[in-house]
């Protein structure tokens, strides 16, 4: 009796220490949701598969979303805790009226990382490319309200002196706008459109065949964009700061090694992100991504590049209030992570 006992209370303790480890919360977690799974991210890929973050202590946990929006809508429902993702969304939900909207608080690109893929039986479509003659063309340009829209329809009107508009508008370059984000690569393949726009490396993967050709980088076209961001909520920021500070830190060690490494460190470091991509894939996006300065050399997001956003949103019709660099942008971690 007194051994069943025994073995009843061993059996209670082992069981509450279960329980008490399940409702226990990983600390060192970070959630992080990713506006798409691109080689223009490189320097996070680098930072997970190097083990920088594990340095820091710090588990990540990553998951691809379809847009910006479906980031920000995981953010505000606390389904993640990091965004990486377009910053004009932090400005449509300041616009929105959302009471504590999130906050940018890193800076990982600095310009258009997409590419205008063309059709290679297009004789226009020839090297250098001439922006001008694609009066009278048809382009998918993704996700109305997105930064790959809004930026070429920005190179196209100011640069180029071209009007844009829907089907049937009498614009001079017909921007599709309708399309989703994950069907523009797909429709375009299947007939739709003279043009489209495309991130690395399946831009890189899709001119492999020799039906297609990449014309030219928007990042050539405008510079000083903030075109990807960290984005968090305000109140976790404020409470989990030096866990922020440690993803700032791991994140720059990425960024370092991306820019010194060989060619075989590359590829070594991204391979894991890109199981299914060709290590000559991975090699050339992230020299046409070197090429145009598309990694931010500073994660501090200045405030002209803040206005030239503003510039960008309100070109293409989107911009309904401007919304104040200090009230979107918060510049502890990145002022302290280049201080330190």
Known sequence: MKKISILLVMFICAFS????ACGEKNENKLRISEVTRSVFYAPLYVAINNG????????????TASGSNTVMSALTSNSADIGLMGPESVIYTNNGGLEEAPMIFAQLTACDGSFLIGRSNDPINTTPFDWS??????????????MPAMTLQYILEQNYDLT??????????????????????????????????MFDPVASQTVEDD???????????????????????????????????????????????LMQANDEQIVASLKKSFLDTSDELILASVKNYKR???????????????????????????LH????????????FATKLYNE
């Not at 050539?220 to 989990?240: G, I, M, Q, R, W």
């Not at 145009?292 to 293409?316: C, K, P, R, T, V």
């Open 17 to 20: 220490v279960m329980l008490t």
């Open 52 to 63: 920088y973050f594990a340095d820091e202590g710090l588990e990540i946990e990553i998951s």
């Open 133 to 146: 003659k694609l009066k009278g063309k048809y382009i998918i340009a993704g996700r109305r309200g997105g």
């Open 164 to 197: 844009t508009g829907a089907v049937g508008s009498g614009a001079d370059v017909i921007l599709d706008t309708a399309i989703d984000f994950n069907l523009t690569v797909p429709s375009f393949l299947g007939g739709t459109g003279d043009y489209v726009t």
């Open 211 to 257: 039906a297609y050709v990449n014309v030219a980088a928007l990042g050539d076209e405008v510079k000083d964009v903030p075109y990807t961001c960290f984005v968090a909520n305000k109140k976790y920021l404020n409470s989990n700061s030096e866990k922020v500070d440690k993803f700032m830190r791991a994140l720059k060690r990425g960024y370092d090694y």
């Open 292 to 318: 145009i300065g598309a990694y931010a050399d500073n994660f501090l997001l200045s405030e002209s590049s803040w206005n030239m956003l503003h510039q960008i949103i309100d070109n293409a019709g989107e």
């Open 321 to 332: 209030g401007n919304v104040a660099y200090a009230k979107a942008v918060d510049t502890r």
